[in-house]
């Protein structure tokens, strides 16, 4: 069964840039959770995902905003970057009912300029 | 909300010692995770542990939920044991994560 996969892995934007991140879950998990991980303040939470509805949401603007589709892959954007964004984002999935084990893809390596 | 304390942060270890890594948390928790991180930073799942002991060849981790703390052993630590550990709990529809154990294993 393949991983959770991230695109892309790498990206260099300037700041008042938008960008789009995307994550597909491993097959049959209807969970999805998007962090945020910085030197300086670690693993945050963003959001997470279930059936194409928010169930949660973390501390950050609202610049930061996600979605998920009807196959659970989902995406997230963040709008008028800023230097401070850039950071790895991690996305997780996981089965949601009764199942929470968390798996992690490899991520994307976010600079802004 | 949960606060989630790793200790310690940082760890220097000859290889082959054994090591202890120690993760408090504050509030009940339904579900708790260990986690390596390596240096491209993928994290790798290593224990789902709410509570209980579990064991994986030369790592093991137990978690005391009652007393709401969770160990991960490492037993005959090598060079590639060396990364980030982290210990992470659920609250509502969201996983806290503490901020690491960063061990290194010299050779």
């Known amino acids: 069964k393949a991983g959770v996969t991230q695109t892309p892995r790498y990206l260099i934007k300037t700041r008042g840039q938008q960008v789009t991140l995307s994550c597909s879950p491993i097959s049959g998990h209807r969970s999805v959770s998007w962090y945020q991980q910085t030197p300086g303040q670690g693993l945050q939470f963003l959001f997470e995902y279930f059936s194409e509805t928010q169930r949660n949401k973390g501390n950050f603007p609202g610049r930061f905003s996600g979605r998920q589709f009807s196959n659970s892959r989902s995406e997230m954007n963040v709008s008028t970057l800023e230097l401070g964004d850039s950071a790895l984002y991690l996305c997780a999935s996981r089965g949601g009912r009764g199942n929470n084990e968390q798996f992690f893809g490899p991520g994307t390596r976010l600079t802004v300029l | 909300g949960i606060q989630v304390e790793q200790s310690p942060p940082d760890l220097i270890l000859q290889e082959g010692a054994n090591s202890t890594l120690r993760c408090n948390f504050s509030?009940?928790?339904?579900?708790l995770q260990w986690f390596h991180q390596n240096p491209w930073g993928q994290l790798i799942n290593l224990f789902y542990i709410p509570s209980g002991t579990k064991q994986n060849g030369r790592l093991s981790a137990t978690t005391v939920a009652t007393e709401r703390y969770s160990l991960l052993y490492i037993s005959s630590s090598q060079t590639t044991d060396s990364g980030v550990y982290f210990c992470?709990?659920?609250?509502?529809?969201?996983?806290?994560f503490g901020t690491g154990t960063r061990l290194k294993v010299l050779a």
């Open positions: 509030d009940s928790v339904n579900n």
């Open positions: 992470a709990v659920e609250g509502t529809y969201k996983y806290i």
